[in-house]
């Protein structure tokens, strides 16, 4: 079974704090992605990478980093924390037509 | 732009049948998949369809009209572990999946 795993299920940040969200996979895909899910806006884009050290901007961006050191690994990285990023955030990695996520982190910015 | 839309809320009854719609507009295609997210819990695969036609996949079907940008998820009797929310997503060739916003799924005895 593919497994992905992300490194907190809950966090709480304060505002302009640095947060990194760590997600590994053990499937050795290519592909990882990371989301962020609000309610009524569905699970949106924020990044994703093919390879390593490679990155993409998704729909959502703004105010967001990663990090893509080794194959297993992909890191979201908020720079300076918001109250507006008080989210769910989803890592996710793909094999062909399939996205496996994992668990989620709910992040609270305060 | 880029938009799916599929209905906010659907309720149906236990051991009932139950559609769920999804139209998309989006600069690229190559499938339609299905995701299930039980409350707290992570969206999981479904089905995809990429070509036109019905995919069957035991009490769940999926069906994808290309020409009119256009699938459904079909759910067979239901039962009340399938309560969940239900998103299509679109693969637009750009290496990733671009979501709808959900539909919640609510089964009442």
């Known amino acids: 079974d593919v497994k992905v795993t992300q490194s907190s299920r809950y966090l709480v940040k304060r505002t302009g704090e640095k947060v990194f969200l760590e997600c590994v996979q053990d499937?050795?895909?290519?592909?990882m992605f990371w989301y962020r899910q609000d309610p009524g806006l569905g699970l949106r884009l924020i990044y994703f990478?093919?390879?390593?050290?490679?990155?993409e901007k998704g729909d959502i961006p703004e105010g967001y980093s990663v990090s893509r050191e080794k194959k297993e690994r992909f890191s979201l990285i908020l720079e300076s924390a918001s109250t507006n990023q008080t989210s769910m955030y989803l890592c996710?990695?793909?094999?062909?037509?399939?996205?496996?996520f994992g668990p989620g982190t709910r992040l609270t910015v305060l | 732009g880029q938009s799916l839309e599929q209905p906010s809320e659907v309720t149906a009854v236990e051991g009932a049948i139950v559609q769920i719609n999804c139209t998309y507009q989006t600069s690229g295609f190559y499938g339609l998949s299905w995701y299930q997210q039980h409350d707290g819990g992570a969206p999981t695969f479904l089905s995809y369809?990429?070509?036109?036609g019905l995919e069957e996949t035991g009490r769940f079907s999926s069906f994808l009209s290309r020409s009119d940008s256009y699938g459904y998820l079909l759910l067979q009797e239901l039962q009340m572990k399938d309560s969940a929310s239900y998103f299509c997503a679109v693969n637009n060739g750009a290496n990733n999946l671009f979501f709808g916003t959900g539909t919640r799924l609510t089964v009442i005895p």
């Open positions: 499937m050795d895909h290519e592909n």
């Open positions: 996710a990695s793909r094999q062909e037509t399939t996205q496996y």
């Open positions: 990478s093919y390879d390593v050290k490679m990155k």
């Open positions: 369809n990429g070509l036109d």
